[in-house]
T-cell receptor, first 113, second 113 residues
Framework: AQSVTQLGSHVSVSEGALVLLRCNYS??????LFWYVQYPNQGLQLLLK??????LVKGINGFEAEFKKSETSFHLTKPSAHMSDAAEYFC???????????FGGGTRLMVKP | ETGVTQSPTHLIKTRGQQVTLRCSSQ?????VSWYQQALGQGPQFIFQ???????GRGNFPPRFSGLQFPNYSSELNVNALELDDSALYLC????????????FGPGTRLTVL
C-alpha cells in the first residue's frame, strides 16, 4: 500500500523567497510521484512527475522536485516565490500495480508581498 | 483540444436523496477516474473506468457507483446521501489506463443538508 505525508498544512513565504514544500512517501513498489497545484475553485493541475528516470525533476512555473530514495522524500522547491504561486499543493504517489493516485493532505502556500 | 468538463458546478441535496454527477473526458482519452475531496483534505480515489468497465475501486461503499459511455464520458451516482458526502468531486481523464498523467476537471461541489 502507498501513502503520502505532507509536512506543514500551511506554509508562508515572502515574495522572492525560496519555496520548500515537503512530501514523504511510503510505497511497497518503486513509486511514481506527482505534485499537483490547485487554485481556488479549480481542479488539479500537474506541476511535475517522477517516473524512475532522472531524480531531479523540473516542472512548470519554475518548480522542481528531487526524488531521494534513502529519505523516501520528494520535496517541491522554487527558488523565488511569486504572488501567483499562492495555492494548495498536493503530493501524490502511484504504485506500479495500481491505477489510483494516493494524495497527501495538501499544503496551502501563502505568499506575502 | 477541449479539457475535462464537469457538470453541474454546484449542487445541494438533502440526506437520503440520490445524485448524479457528469464528466466529459478530454478528447482522445478513454480512461476516467473519480475522486472525492472533502474540505481541507486531499482527493481520495473512488473508482476508475476504462472502455466502459470499472477498472479499479477505492475504499468507498457500493452506494457510490458509476458508468462510462461509448464516447468515454462518465457519470458518478451516489445513493442514500449522507452528510459526510459533502465534498468536491473531481473527475480526471487520461489517454489510456496505463498512462501516468491524469488531467483533472474543475469539480462539482456537492453539499448535503
Amino acid at each position: 500500500a502507498q501513502s503520502v505525508t505532507q509536512l506543514g498544512s500551511h506554509v508562508s513565504v515572502s515574495e522572492g523567497a525560496l519555496v520548500l514544500l515537503r512530501c514523504n512517501y511510503s510505497s511497497s513498489v518503486p513509486p511514481y510521484l506527482f505534485w499537483y497545484v490547485q487554485y481556488p475553485n479549480q481542479g488539479l493541475q500537474l506541476l511535475l512527475k517522477y517516473t524512475s528516470a532522472a531524480t531531479l525533476v523540473k516542472g512548470i512555473n519554475g518548480f522542481e522536485a528531487e526524488f531521494k530514495k534513502s529519505e523516501t522524500s520528494f520535496h517541491l522547491t522554487k527558488p523565488s516565490a511569486h504572488m501567483s504561486d499562492a495555492a494548495e499543493y498536493f503530493c501524490a504517489v502511484k504504485g506500479n500495480a495500481g491505477n489510483m493516485l494516493t494524495f497527501g493532505g495538501g499544503t496551502r502556500l501563502m505568499v506575502k508581498p | 483540444e477541449t479539457g475535462v468538463t464537469q457538470s453541474p458546478t454546484h449542487l445541494i441535496k438533502t440526506r437520503g436523496q440520490q445524485v448524479t454527477l457528469r464528466c466529459s473526458s478530454q478528447s482522445g482519452h478513454n480512461t476516467v477516474s473519480w475522486y472525492q475531496q472533502a474540505l481541507g483534505q486531499g482527493p481520495q480515489f473512488i473508482f476508475q473506468y476504462y472502455r466502459e468497465e470499472e477498472n479499479g475501486r477505492g475504499n468507498f461503499p457500493p452506494r457510490f457507483s458509476g458508468l462510462q459511455f461509448p464516447n468515454y464520458s462518465s457519470e458518478l451516482n451516489v445513493n442514500a446521501l449522507e452528510l459526510d458526502d459533502s465534498a468536491l468531486y473531481l473527475c480526471a481523464s487520461k489517454r489510456d489506463r496505463r498512462e501516468d498523467t491524469q488531467y483533472f476537471g474543475p469539480g462539482t461541489r456537492l453539499t448535503v443538508l
